[in-house]
Every structure is written in structure tokens, then in C-alpha cells.
């Protein structure tokens, strides 16, 4: 008896440790589960909690960089200041190669840092291109807007993430949701996928929705709409004079579709709305990104200015000044586009702001656990970018510029 008893407890520790080899407890699954969850409140919360001010302020700037290779003021930028992501324009790019070597180059330097970079760039097709002469350009959004075809919308998106994967990007800020309704517009025009709301809804959110089907980050903009300005915020500060309601006829329309449909990113334009605010730009505007955006329509999604840098802003603020603003008014990223100096400028005056009590750290906190899980979402890595090639998409692409020509 003495021994069939062992061997009855043997057989049973045997049984046991091959049954928890193959379905682990409860508590080990959900510890597993909760450290790779995209959507961890709590996991994410902890981590936040962990970063320092300097991390913390860093994930929530954007900078833009000087040259076609890695310099000394983008490893700083990247190492020191730990900024959230970069944004490449058309002088930072001159062939396929030379970006996708540039951005494995920066995603090496950010390996010493817990989260991974964004990598942005502006490509809209048409006049917004910044693709390199290898790859063709995709046409305007209004060329697709006339053609009024959803599925040649989510085309044309796929196509703009395949574009932003092959060359290492992970977030293209597209598509635009302007509606084009002032013929004098001298930003917008052809940007738009013409001057019907619903037809922008439904050409922009298949775009969207193709973009993200790639594994890309969209950016819908320019929140709360720049269809209807007869200036160039990126020279001065357009001012429209519409009340809440006109807007929630027109120009929120595919905003509000973006968002019920998932959209993930907003980008806020520097627009001055008098009827809703007097002081600030949108961009700089609690009622505007806290009240209209977030309450009103329920976005809980990353909100990012667009560039501080452009003259709308700087005609009449500091850009630091502006960037301590707009993250109060709810902006989570602020866009640095330009001068490189400026972004560390920009995050020593928001640290000074958290240290002197002007900004709340709880405020820094919610922004960057938004950030964080859409890095999550999106399962953003510094893994290496090989070079691609773009025979195909090219191809496609070029199917598309026939059908719409």
C-alpha cells in the first residue's frame, strides 16, 4: 500500500506539471495577456508612472529634422529629449534608399529608449507628395472625389500605406477631411475630396480605413475644418466666422464619421473661430479640442496640433508659449515641423510648466497613455526597414492616375 500510494502521488505531480505546461493558470495567462495587451489601461497606467517628466514631455512632441542623413541634432533630439516621433518633408528625402536607410538610422538611435519613435511624413498624393522620384505620386484627393467610388477610395489608401511601409514610415498624416466649400480657399482646393460633406465622409474614411488595413497610423485633418478660409495658416491666421451650428453642417460632418468609424489620430488646424473663441487658434483652444472634439463628438483618440511652427502661430506667439497652450486646451502632441532647436526649446518650457504647477502632470499622464497605446495599437518596433521594391505599387498606382486623368 505504502508504495502504490507513491506512485499514486508521483503519477499525480507528473499529470499536474504536464497539465500546467500545456494550460498555465489563470493568473500566469492573464499576466502574459495583460503585458502584451494593446489596450492595457491599467498595464499602460503603471508604465506611465515609471517614465520620467523628461520621457513623459518627449513622447508628446513630434520634431521635424534637418538633412537627408542622421546628424548630431536628431541623435540629440531622439536620445536626449526623447521626443515621441519625427516628421520627414521633401528636403530630408532624395531617393528610396537614402529614406529607408535614414529611418533605420533613426529607429537605431531610439533603441536606447523604451518606445518606439513615429515616423511620420505628409503624402496626400497630388501637390502633397513628398515621395521620392523612384516612387510615383497618387493623385489628389479631389480627382479620387470625383470619381465617387468607395472602393477605389480604400484603393488609393492601401496604396498610401503600402507607399509609407516601404520606405519605414508608420503614420502618414492623410487623409484630409476639409470640405472644399470656398472656391478662394489657397490651401485646401484639390487637397479636398470636393465640396460635399458627405461625399468627403465617404471618400475619406475609406481612405482612412485603406491606410490603416497596411498597418499605418492615419491622420484625419484639419479639425474642426479649413475648407472654408480665404488665408494660408501656414502664412497667417485664417479666421472663420461660423457658429457652432453651421459648422455641425457642414464642416464637422466627416470628422464625425472619422470618428464614429474608429479614427485613431486628429490633427487640430490653426483656425480662429470667434463664435466659439475669441482668445486662441483651435489649436490653442480648451473649448475647441476639450469641449467640441472630445466631449461634444467623443473623440478619445490621440489629438496633435498641426506644425507650431507655421505663421499662423508664430505672427502672434512664441512657439513655446503656444505648445504650453495647446497641450492645457487637450492636444497630446504638439508638431514641431521645423528648426530642430526649437523642439528642445519647446520641451524644457513645458517641463518648467509641470514644475510650476501651470500644467498638471495628471494632464501629461492621460496624453501619454493615449500615445502609448496607439505605439501599441499599431505594434511600432525599431526593427530594421529592408529596401523594398515598388515595381508593384508603382503599377497600381499608376492604374489610378489613368482612370482619373
Do not use: C
Not at 67 to 81: F, S, V
Not at 254 to 259: L, M, V
Not at 281 to 293: F, V, Y
Request: proline share 4%; charged share 25%; glycine share 8%.
Amino acid at each position: 500500500m505504502k508504495w502504490i500510494s507513491i506512485f499514486v502521488i508521483m503519477a499525480a505531480i507528473t499529470v499536474g506539471a504536464v497539465y500546467f505546461y500545456i494550460h498555465p493558470g489563470d493568473e500566469q495567462t492573464n499576466h502574459s495577456d495583460h503585458n502584451t495587451s494593446m489596450s492595457g489601461t491599467l498595464d499602460v497606467s503603471s508604465l506611465v508612472e515609471e517614465m520620467s517628466l523628461d520621457e513623459k514631455i518627449g513622447q508628446m512632441i513630434v520634431g521635424g529634422i534637418d538633412g537627408t542623413e542622421l546628424n548630431n541634432d536628431t541623435q540629440d533630439m531622439i536620445e536626449n529629449y526623447h521626443v515621441g516621433g519625427v516628421i520627414l518633408f521633401a528636403d530630408n528625402i532624395e531617393s528610396k534608399t537614402q529614406t529607408t536607410n535614414l529611418m533605420n538610422d533613426i529607429k537605431k538611435v531610439n533603441d536606447n529608449n523604451p518606445y518606439p519613435l513615429l515616423l511620420g511624413v505628409d503624402e496626400e498624393g497630388g501637390s502633397v507628395t513628398r515621395m521620392p522620384d523612384e516612387i510615383i505620386s497618387l493623385p489628389p484627393s479631389g480627382s479620387i472625389g470625383k470619381e465617387q467610388d468607395q472602393e477605389l477610395a480604400f484603393e488609393v489608401g492601401t496604396l498610401l500605406g503600402k507607399q509609407m511601409r516601404g520606405l519605414g514610415f508608420n503614420l502618414d498624416f492623410a487623409p484630409v477631411l476639409d470640405v472644399n466649400s470656398n472656391p478662394d480657399n489657397p490651401v485646401i482646393g484639390e487637397r479636398s475630396y470636393g465640396d460635399d460633406p458627405h461625399l468627403v465622409s465617404e471618400m475619406g474614411v475609406q481612405t482612412m480605413k485603406g491606410i490603416e488595413n497596411e498597418g499605418i497610423i492615419s491622420v484625419v485633418k484639419h479639425f474642426p475644418g479649413h475648407g472654408d478660409t480665404s488665408e494660408d495658416s501656414h502664412l497667417e491666421l485664417p479666421k472663420v466666422d461660423k457658429s457652432l451650428k453651421e459648422l455641425s453642417d457642414l464642416e464637422l460632418i466627416p470628422f464625425e464619421n472619422a470618428i464614429s468609424e474608429g479614427a485613431d489620430v486628429v490633427m487640430i488646424a490653426h483656425i480662429l473661430l470667434p463664435q466659439i473663441e475669441t482668445e486662441y487658434p483651435s489649436s490653442m483652444s480648451e473649448d475647441i479640442i476639450t469641449g467640441l472634439l472630445r466631449e461634444d463628438m467623443g473623440f478619445d483618440g490621440v489629438v496633435i496640433s498641426d506644425d507650431l511652427t507655421m505663421g499662423a502661430i508664430t505672427e502672434d506667439f512664441r512657439i513655446e508659449e503656444a505648445a504650453i497652450q495647446s497641450v492645457k486646451a487637450g492636444s497630446d502632441i504638439v508638431l514641431i515641423a521645423h528648426h530642430p532647436d526649437a523642439v528642445t526649446s519647446v520641451h524644457k518650457e513645458l517641463k518648467a510648466a509641470v514644475k510650476n504647477g501651470d500644467i498638471n502632470e495628471e494632464r501629461i499622464n492621460e496624453s501619454v497613455e493615449r500615445i502609448i497605446h496607439l505605439k501599441r495599437k499599431y505594434k511600432l518596433s525599431n526593427e530594421e526597414t529592408p529596401q523594398a521594391d515598388f515595381k508593384l505599387i508603382n503599377e497600381k498606382v499608376q492604374e489610378i492616375l489613368d482612370k482619373v486623368s
